[in-house]
């Protein structure tokens, strides 16, 4: 099934002429013998927020990979706000990966420095805001994460959800327009796993931030998404809005793996 995201109410501006914030167009990506995408297409437009779901080895976070340009694909295209991230110069790619943040599985917060200057780092030296206008960016997040207190604390002074907090909280200091999330709540005790997810709840419901999120936390996809992709063996079997996908798939393989999760 074409994996065409929901368009019925995003915004128009800052993505491609019919759009769409983020396209792939035939993207295939191989780590030695092993497609792990396989001539992928799908598109996402502004302020939507989509989730990837389905089993590991799937694809899903080599395309959150891709877009943060940790990767490299083999064949095809990939869009961002009308920018090609692939095939282009690297300049080219510094310039379209500006409109993404991405929050990780593990944090990777720099452990020798405050949590100020873990947010004010990136927006200072790739933004080019002024050490003030950062530092004031950063402590209204820190306040919107709930942790305005450990604006001087160091990473290892913290608990895994609110280190998680303070990756949140960097992601946002660069004003992304899209936002990655890969299974950011998988290194966290169970007793810290919803408070990092209402935090997201809450930036899903009051910024226009656009969202591609891979998870197995099945309620939150299901709070959160405007359309849900299925993938297997590297391509999308299955696409829609969460209550047809969580309630009624279609797909015997969606079904099988919603089975096994819920």
Not at 27 to 37: A, M, P, W
Request: glycine share 8%.
């Amino acid at each position: 099934m074409p994996a065409d995201t929901a368009t019925d109410t995003a915004p128009e501006t800052g993505g491609t002429p019919n759009g769409e914030l983020i396209r792939f167009d035939n993207v295939t990506k191989r780590f030695g013998d092993n497609t792990v995408l396989d001539d992928l297409c799908f598109s996402v437009k502004p302020g939507k927020h989509v989730t990837l779901i389905g089993p590991s080895g799937s694809g899903k976070t080599t395309i959150l990979r891709l877009l943060m340009t940790l990767e490299s694909p083999e064949e095809g295209t990939i869009t961002v706000a009308g920018r090609k991230l692939f095939p282009a110069a690297e300049k080219e790619r510094r310039e379209a990966r500006k409109k993404i943040g991405m929050v990780f599985q593990q944090f990777n917060l720099f452990p020798n420095m405050t949590v100020l200057r873990n947010i004010t780092e990136a927006p200072v030296r790739v933004l080019g805001l002024s050490k003030e206008e950062a530092e004031a960016r950063a402590r209204e997040l820190l306040e919107l994460v709930g942790l305005s207190e450990k604006a001087d604390a160091k990473p290892g002074q913290l608990s895994g959800g609110q280190q998680q907090r303070v990756a949140i909280a960097r992601a946002l200091a660069m004003r992304p327009q899209v936002l990655l999330l890969d299974e950011v709540t998988s290194a966290l005790d169970p007793e810290l796993v919803a408070g990092v997810l209402d935090l997201l709840r809450d930036i899903a419901r009051t910024t226009d931030i656009t969202m591609v999120c891979v998870t197995h936390e099945m309620g939150f996809a299901r709070d959160i998404s405007d359309e849900v992709l299925m993938f297997d063996g590297g391509k999308v079997i299955e696409s829609g809005p969460p209550e047809k996908i969580f309630s009624d798939p279609e797909q015997a393989r969606t079904r099988e793996f919603l089975g096994a999760v819920l």
